[in-house]
C-alpha cells in the first residue's frame, strides 16, 4: 500500500509502499544524499533538527533498523522537549512505519493513534489524511482488510476535498489494492484504472506507470497473464527508460512471480537475479531477502536443489539480521519445501514449525487484543454474563433430569449384573491365568534381552575407556617423550646438520601419534561437546581429499548425556571413514538435529552409492547397528535422491539418562 508521510507546515512529502498479493514490498525510491548522521547530530536542538532525525528515521529504515529507530525515537523526545507537536506527530508518524516493517503492530497502532490525536488538534486535514492511510497499511498487515478499508475511503475523502489530485490517486490505488487483498478483483480492477485516469490528467507519467503495474497484479489474478505481462512491460520499460530502478526491480520481482507461475523457470530466474543486483547496489536488505528467495524458488523450480537450498539460506540470514518477519516465513516455508524435494523429512518438519510459530506468534497477541476490542464495542461481556445466567438455570434442570435417568439406569444395571456374574466370574479367572502364564514368558524372553544388551553395552562402554586411556597415554605419555626427542634433535642439529634427518622423523613420529591419540579419543569431544567435535572430525578427516562438506546443526545449545555424545560421535567418524574409503565422493553434507526428544544425525554424500547386500553383514555395519542398539537408536542407509548415499541416525533422548 501506499505511505503518505505528510507535512503540512514544510511541504508534503510521502514514500510509496506497495503490497502485493503476489510479491515483495517495493518502494519509491528515496533521496538520501542529504546531511549525514554526524552533521545532523552537531545541530542546535531545535525545531528543524526533529525534521531532520525524522527524515534520517524515514531513510535508514531498509538500512538499519536499530539506527532508524534510534533516530526516530530521538526526534520525538526532542519534539516533546521544545514542545512541538508537529514535530512529535512527524516522528510518530515515521516510528510507526518501522513498527509496521518490524510487524510490531501494537507499539504501530500506539504511535499512529498518538499522532492522529495531535493532527486533529491541530486541525491538519493532510496530515490526518496520511495517519488515516497509515492505519489502512496496518490493519492490512493485520489482514483487517475491511478497517483498512474503511480507514482508507476516510482518507480518500479528505484528499478529494483539499487535494491535491495527485494524492487522491495514490489513495484510490490503496482501496484498489486492498479490494484485490479481499479478492474483488473486479473492484480492484476498476479502482487501479480510476488512479491511472486522475494520473493522465495531471501528467503523472511515473504514477501512471506505477497504476499499470499494479493493475497487472490484478489480471494476473484473474487469468488473463497475457494481459498482465503486456502491462508489466510497459510499467517496467517507463522505469528503466528514467533509472528508476527500484522501481523496475517491483516490476521484474512480480513479473518474475508469474513468468515462475507459468513454468516460465528461466525467464523467471533471470528477472529475480535482476531485481536483485538492483537491490543489492540500493542496499534494500528487506528486499534483497524477498528477491533471493525468488531465485531460490527458481532453482527448486529448475531441479537445482542445493543452488536453491544456499541462496534460501541467505535470503533467511538476511531477512533475520532486519527484522522483516514477512520474509522470514517466506524463507522457513520454501526451505521445508527444498528440503522435502531432497528427502529430509527431519528438516523439512523442522523449517515448516518454525514457520507455523512464526506465523502463529505474528498473529497471536494482535488477535487477542482485536477481540477484547470487539467484545467491548458489542457488548458481548454483557451478552456473555446473561447467556451464563441462563445456562445455570437450564443446568439446574438438566442436572434433576439427569440424576433420575441414572437411577433407572442403575436399577437396569443392577439386573443385568445379577444374570452374567457367575459367568464373568469363570472368564475372569481363565483370563487371568492365561495373562499371567505370558506375562511369566515375557518377563524370561525381557530378562534375556536385557543380558544381552546389558553384555553389549558394557563391551562398548569398556572399549571406549580403554580408548580414552591408550589416547591419554599416547598423548601424554609416547606424545610427550616425542617432544622432548623433538627438542633434543633440533638442538643437535644446530652444530651437526646430519642429525636434520632424525628431526624431520621426530616430527613425523610426534605428528602421528597425536593423530592417532585424537582418532582414539577426540578432547573436544569431553571440553566442548558433540558439535565441535564433529565439526572438527570433519575437518581434520576430509583435509586434503578433495571432498567438500557442510555441516548444519539445529537445537543443541546445551549439552547432551556423555553416552549419547559418544556413541553419536562414533557413528559419524564410522559413517565418514566409509565415505572417504569407498564412496569416491566429491560432497558430503551432513546435519544434526534436536527436534522433539529426538536426536537425528543425517551424513549424505554424492559418491556411488551403497550396496546393501554386499554391506550388510560386514564388520562397520554390525558397529554401526551394535551403537545405536545401545543408544536405543537406528540407523537406516538408503540411495540418496539422484546418486550417493543418505544415512540417518535418530536416537530418542528421554531413554538416555546417563550423564
Known amino acids: 500500500m501506499i505511505d503518505l508521510r505528510a507535512r503540512p507546515s514544510r511541504g508534503a512529502s510521502f514514500g510509496l509502499f506497495f503490497f502485493f498479493a503476489c510479491c515483495c514490498v517495493g518502494a519509491s525510491a528515496q533521496d538520501t544524499s542529504g546531511p549525514s548522521p554526524a552533521r545532523i547530530a552537531s545541530l542546535p536542538d ?70 492522529l490525536k495531535i493532527r486533529q488538534r491541530l486541525g491538519d486535514q493532510a496530515g490526518m489524511g496520511a495517519i488515516h492511510n497509515k492505519l489502512g497499511n496496518l490493519y492490512q498487515a493485520q489482514l483487517r482488510l475491511e478497517e483498512a478499508l474503511a480507514e482508507n475511503r476516510d482518507a480518500l475523502r479528505i484528499f478529494q476535498q483539499i487535494g491535491p489530485p495527485a494524492k487522491e490517486a495514490l489513495i484510490l490505488g490503496n482501496i484498489a489494492i486492498l479490494h484485490f487483498n479481499l479478492r474483488q478483483y473486479e473492484q480492484a480492477l476498476t479502482m487501479h484504472e ?8 495531471i501528467g503523472d507519467s511515473t504514477g501512471l506507470a506505477e497504476s499499470k503495474g499494479n493493475m497487472a497484479n490484478v489480471l494476473a489474478a484473474l487469468g488473463d497473464t497475457m494481459r498482465a505481462l503486456r502491462s508489466f512491460d510497459e510499467a517496467a520499460s517507463y522505469f528503466k527508460r528514467h533509472e528508476l530502478w527500484r522501481e523496475y526491480a517491483v516490476q521484474a520481482q512480480n513479473e518474475a512471480g508469474i513468468r515462475l507461475a507459468r513454468g516460465e523457470a528461466q525467464k523467471a530466474l533471470a528477472l529475480y537475479t535482476e531485481a536483485l543486483g538492483i537491490r543489492e547496489q540500493a542496499e534494500d536488505r528487506k528486499a534483497i531477502a524477498s528477491s533471493l528467495a525468488g531465485v531460490a524458488d527458481a532453482n527448486l523450480f529448475l531441479g537445482r536443489t542445493k543452488e ?58 494482535d488477535m487477542g487484543k482485536r477481540l477484547a476490542d470487539l467484545q467491548v464495542r458489542s457488548g458481548l461481556e454483557r451478552k456473555e454474563h446473561e447467556l ?77 575407556k580403554e580408548r580414552q586411556r591408550i589416547a591419554a597415554d ?53 571440553e566442548a561437546g558433540l558439535v565441535p567435535a564433529v565439526a572438527d572430525m570433519l575437518d581434520r578427516a576430509l583435509n586434503g581429499t578433495g571432498m567438500q562438506q557442510t555441516f548444519d546443526h539445529f537445537g543443541l545449545e546445551q549439552r547432551l548425556p556423555g553416552n549419547i555424545e559418544t556413541g553419536v560421535y562414533r557413528i559419524a567418524q564410522e559413517l565418514v571413514n566409509n565415505i572417504i574409503k569407498h564412496a569416491k565422493a566429491t ?50 542407509i538408503e540411495r540418496g535422491s539422484a546418486r550417493g548415499t543418505v544415512a540417518t541416525l535418530r536416537v530418542p533422548l528421554n531413554t538416555n539418562e546417563r550423564p
Not at 194 to 201: H, L
Not at 316 to 330: F, H, K, P, Y
Open 46 to 115: 531545535d525545531t528543524s533538527k526533529v525534521f531532520a532525525l525524522s527524515d534520517l528515521c524515514f531513510d535508514y529504515r531498509r538500512k538499519d533498523v536499530d539506527s532508524a529507530l534510534w533516530f526516530g525515537h530521538s526526534a520525538l523526545e526532542l519534539a516533546r522537549q521544545l514542545k512541538f507537536p508537529k514535530g512529535e506527530a512527524q516522528a510518530l508518524n515515521d516510528l510507526a512505519i518501522i513498527h509496521i516493517d518490524r510487524s510490531a503492530f501494537a507499539e504501530a497502532d500506539s504511535a499512529l493513534h498518538q499522532a
Open 194 to 201: 480510476a488512479a491511472a485516469n486522475v494520473r493522465a490528467q
Open 308 to 365: 536453491a537450498r544456499r541462496t534460501a539460506a541467505r535470503a533467511l540470514n538476511i531477512a533475520r539480521s532486519v527484522g522483516a518477519t514477512s520474509e522470514v516465513m517466506q524463507a522457513y516455508k520454501l526451505l521445508a519445501r527444498i528440503h522435502a524435494a531432497l528427502d529430509h523429512a527431519d528438516s523439512t518438519l523442522i523449517y515448516h514449525e518454525r514457520y507455523a510459530t512464526l506465523r502463529d506468534s505474528v498473529f497471536s497477541a
Open 388 to 464: 451464563q445466567l441462563q445456562r445455570a438455570d437450564l443446568s439446574v434442570k438438566n442436572l434433576e433430569i439427569a440424576e433420575l435417568g441414572r437411577k433407572a439406569e442403575r436399577r437396569n444395571l443392577l439386573l443385568a449384573l445379577a444374570v452374567v456374574g457367575l459367568g464373568a466370574m469363570v472368564l475372569t479367572a481363565l483370563l487371568v491365568l492365561q495373562h499371567q502364564r505370558r506375562k511369566a514368558r515375557a518377563a524370561k524372553d525381557a530378562a534375556v534381552i536385557a543380558e544381552r544388551e546389558s553384555g553389549l553395552k558394557a563391551i562398548v562402554e569398556n572399549t571406549d
Open 474 to 526: 599416547l598423548h601424554d605419555g609416547v606424545g610427550q617423550l616425542l617432544t622432548g626427542l623433538h627438542y633434543r634433535i633440533e638442538a643437535a642439529a644446530q652444530d651437526d646438520p646430519r642429525w636434520n634427518g632424525m628431526r624431520s622423523l621426530a616430527e613425523d613420529a610426534s605428528r602421528e601419534v597425536r593423530g592417532i591419540a585424537h582418532r582414539m579419543m577426540p578432547r573436544a569431544l569431553g
Open 587 to 636: 560432497n558430503v553434507h551432513v546435519q544434526l538435529l534436536r527436534n522433539k526428544g529426538m536426536l537425528v544425525l543425517i551424513v549424505e554424500d554424492d559418491g556411488v552409492g551403497f550396496d546393501r547386500k554386499a554391506e550388510q553383514g560386514g564388520l562397520g555395519m554390525q558397529n554401526l547397528n551394535d551403537r545405536a542398539r545401545i543408544l536405543h537408536g537406528q540407523v537406516q
